[in-house]
């Protein structure tokens, strides 16, 4: 398998190469240069398997030969052995053809899990196989954080620093990062927003000598690898409501685009996919996209679901460059041209391939706290929020010849506050983080300046002997 840049200007790479690479030298993002194809016989062929059996076929189409298909099983069954379900990602019914996919039953309580444990292996495997060290720069709003954080907790291969949104994530979430006190990983509250922690990361990459110095590396989505390891649960629900021979649609609570952008890939490689609902809070430049053409950047406010308090989508960039038909070129001036105006200028031609495949809406926080509320009486399903405006979304594309399918992307004690207000009621953390407001908390603040973050970098490198 070989990887090209969005953008056109960095070298093509192998799966592992791109895997530590993270994001592409010329800022762009990798994708693969063409698509594997699975055929409606070998579809078949996987129904029936387990999530970790199913997991290593998918994402051996991305990989390729350099990492076997049995290293990948036995790398998969690793992966999601501490998942507290046997069905890993279960397929629960809501309603008559309207289902949840609940993705939260890693160790972190979030569908970051679900790549970021299989990250970890990857990583593992690639590294001690030649020998390397690297520095993992990561961005969270809150869960990819935790995720990445659980993953690569002591490992002698690379260190880990996290960024995340000064007061803006959950008190759960928080914790759940700055309570890892490994030597290994640095937790970094940026006074910002995630979109600052973002751009902090992308210039921390753009920072040639910064870069090779600290042989960096990503776990964020703009990383392939992530979203290679986030589309076999698309591929498992499909499986299990009839695909190849009849379709399924999605509904994705979204922020920085990399989970819709898995099931998009489903798609991409054969899987019989209808509808890409895209779900987003009162942040909504990508419904107000979907809906007039209008991607501006109007800022970011705090939300019941804070994960998605993002305006700047990365993963939309290899949408883009699809849509464009991989014209590298125009790719990489619109992506300029929208940082420097805050506006993106979508081509209608393109603007109408984008609406043919993906729908959205965005709901209010009193929206939000509704469904949340409606959903525990009338079903007894409770919902995070996140999880919850997926499921509102839903509501509105779901049509009755073709099962609906929202991602559920959060435990709902990730978000006590929101569902207290909402139901009343406080759900209890699972036992294994039963005394996380009890665990010492380690985390400096720092102003989204480049200069101080790459100090902290490096000086937590130094630190572990790199
Ligand atoms: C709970 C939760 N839901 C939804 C999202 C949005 O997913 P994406 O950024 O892949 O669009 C995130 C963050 O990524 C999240 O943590
Ligand atoms: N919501 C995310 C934001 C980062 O998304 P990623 O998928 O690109 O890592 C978070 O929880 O951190």
Known sequence: MRYVSTRGQAPVLNFSNTLLAGLAQDGGLYIPETWPQISADELRKMR?????????KIVHLFTGNEIPEAVLLDLCHK?????????????IQLDHNLFVQELF?????AFKDMAMQLLGHLFDYVLSQRGEKITIVGATSGDTGSAAIEAFKGSTNLTVTILHPYG??????????????EPNINNIAVEGSFDDCQDLVKAMFADVPFREEMQLSAVNSINWGRIAAQVPYYVYAALLLGAPDREVSFTVPTGNFGNILAAWTARKIGVPINLLCVGSNHNDILTRFLLNN???IQGVRPSLSPSMDIQISSNFERLLFELLDRDADQCRQIMQDFRQNNKM???ATIWNKATANFKGVALSDQETEKVIQQYYKESAYL???????????????RNKDIPMVTVATAHPAKFPDAIKQATGITPALPLALADLYDRKENYQVLPADLKKIEDSVRATARKNNF
């Not at 029936?48 to 290593?56: D, V």
């Not at 992966?79 to 069905?87: C, D, M, Q, T, V």
């Not at 919902?383 to 594309?397: N, S």
Request: hydrophobic share 35%.
């Open 345 to 347: 200028d979508i081509p």
């Open 79 to 91: 992966s999601y052995a501490g998942f507290n379900h046997k069905a890993i990602v279960p397929l």
């Open 168 to 181: 803006r994530t959950s008190e759960v979430q928080r914790r759940q990062m700055t309570t890892v006190l």
């Open 105 to 109: 039953h890693g160790p972190t309580l």
């Open 294 to 296: 209008d991607m501006s």
């Open 383 to 397: 919902a995070d929020p996140h999880t919850a405006i997926g499921i509102a979304t839903a509501q509105k594309y």
């Open 48 to 56: 029936g398997l387990s999530y970790p059996e199913l997991a290593a």
